[in-house]
């Protein structure tokens, strides 16, 4: 096949969870187009295509190659006009940025308050090195201390998602009557923490739980390929 | 002149301050469409207009009335297409409702916790009491209690900006190279606080910061024409 998506697993092959490659898979869906997913270990990742991008996902259509969810996102827009659009216009294309930084901000790192070790426990040797050192760096302490807080972020979690919350009282989706990008920027970061460390954490009753369940069957419910960790 | 705008006013006429009428100034002023402003004390909304609203902001274009900020926006929009757009399409008028979720979920208590009693202080005597009681009623505390939060949320206000902080990497604005309502509907709530309770807490150097400025300076300054408090 000549479309290839490089996607992050850790030991099972079957069990793809990066938030950023979900986004693009589905991106790829939503427009329709066929795909093989190629989940990958981080450590094989700057290895793949030359050497291309050091992150996934990484789309190569045909003579084409794109790395970054967003970047793939308006490649695809750009590249399959007539498909179904990702965006409906510029200004939800511009929007789908704050969603991006609001999904960064605020859900990112509750989900790795969550789930670090979680994630460290999915990863072979070699994953479970460079992830410790890289991920220690980053936070400025070690995974187990950085883990201490799971309890806690887990039950800080559902106020985190009053946006979407508040949001859902005018319309069914961020992209309004139907999923767009942004949809799948907040479905990815969610898809993450499900595949990782089981079911998302909701309110009773939670409208965010119907709209997550909305997304996880929409593009032939390809994001239930994967079951709840 | 045909077109009226009621906004929300203290004593001080010449100080609205409400965050949702801001928000319908500036996207008339982005029409480039001309308006009398009439800001009201409290009490005096439930009269205008023989009863149309019971909150302000309220447009009568011409036969017309709207109330509500996003109804504005949406009508505006609808019914000057010839004028610049507050939503450069479908997808952006959808994730503005998730800009103003944010917004209302996010910022909205954190700027009730700094201001609530400066509010109190600008209403004559009638509106004090309407406030008082209403108000105390919402938040199941005295005004003197949620106000005791007061510097603590001023001090945690800049890092609540997260998401926008992270979104300019991308783009100067919401809207993506130029504003549109959503930028609005967040610089409503910045400039709530600013002219009730002073300069708005920001980083040091903070990118935030700069697009709240090109802000005051879009749509001919309009945002300027009340100052810090």
């Not at 946006?163 to 993450?192: E, K, N, S, T």
Request: net charge negative.
């Amino acid at each position: 096949m000549a479309r290839i998506l490089y996607t992050l697993c850790g030991t099972d092959v079957t069990r793809p969870f990066s938030p950023h490659c979900w986004k693009a898979v589905m991106a790829l869906a939503h427009k329709g187009l066929e795909f093989e997913e190629r989940p990958m270990p981080f450590t094989a990742i700057p290895e793949l295509e030359e050497g291309f991008s050091k992150i996934v996902p990484i789309l190569c259509d045909g003579e084409e190659r794109v790395a970054d969810s967003f970047a793939i996102a308006r490649y695809l827009e750009e590249d399959y006009p007539d498909r179904p659009s990702l965006f409906m216009g510029p200004g939800g294309e511009a929007m789908a940025r704050f969603v991006e930084g609001w999904s960064q901000t605020q859900i990112h790192p509750a989900v790795t308050a969550i789930a670090i070790l979680k994630i460290h426990d999915m990863l072979d040797e070699k994953d479970q090195a460079y992830f410790r050192k890289t991920r220690e760096a980053a936070l400025g302490r070690t995974l187990e201390e950085a883990a201490a807080g799971a309890d806690e972020a887990r039950a800080a979690f559902p106020a985190r998602l009053q946006p979407i919350r508040h949001m859902l009282r005018a319309q069914p989706f961020l992209g309004g009557d139907a999923p767009l990008f942004a949809d799948y920027i907040v479905f990815g970061a969610l898809q993450w923490l499900r595949i990782v460390a089981g079911p998302v954490p909701f309110l009773p009753d939670d409208p965010v739980s119907d709209w997550f369940e909305r997304l996880l069957d929409a593009n032939d419910a390809i994001g239930r390929s994967v079951t709840a960790a």
